[in-house]
């Protein structure tokens, strides 16, 4: 069962991105979770209704649903699902940027 979730006010629902793997000759390294840093990308689930962020022109620049953003190091809370998927809710401030390609 999918469990829908909506953000409150200038709250942002973000999917981080897994670290990539270290790789070396012989194969992976694996690290353990303890000694991974916590990622600083990651892909915008759901945006709260206080979100929308315009310009001058009336032109939505704030992060939308599917932007891959980055955000502070240390923001949020994490929380993971009933089927196991680790989510992050963020406050709109915390995200640093939109990365275009």
Do not use: H
Request: hydrophobic share 40%; no cysteine.
């Amino acid at each position: 069962m999918s469990v829908k979730i909506r953000p409150l006010g200038d709250r942002v629902i973000v999917e981080p991105n897994d670290d990539e793997e270290m790789t070396f000759a012989g194969g992976q390294l694996v690290l353990p979770d303890t000694a991974k840093e916590k990622p600083q990308q990651g892909t915008v689930v759901s945006v709260g209704p206080d979100v929308e962020v315009k310009n001058e022109d009336g032109v939505v620049v704030g992060p939308q649903v599917g932007d891959l953003v980055i955000f502070a190091k240390y923001a949020g809370t994490t929380f993971k699902t009933r089927d196991g998927k680790e989510l992050l809710i963020l406050k709109v401030d915390d995200i640093l940027g939109v990365i275009e390609s």
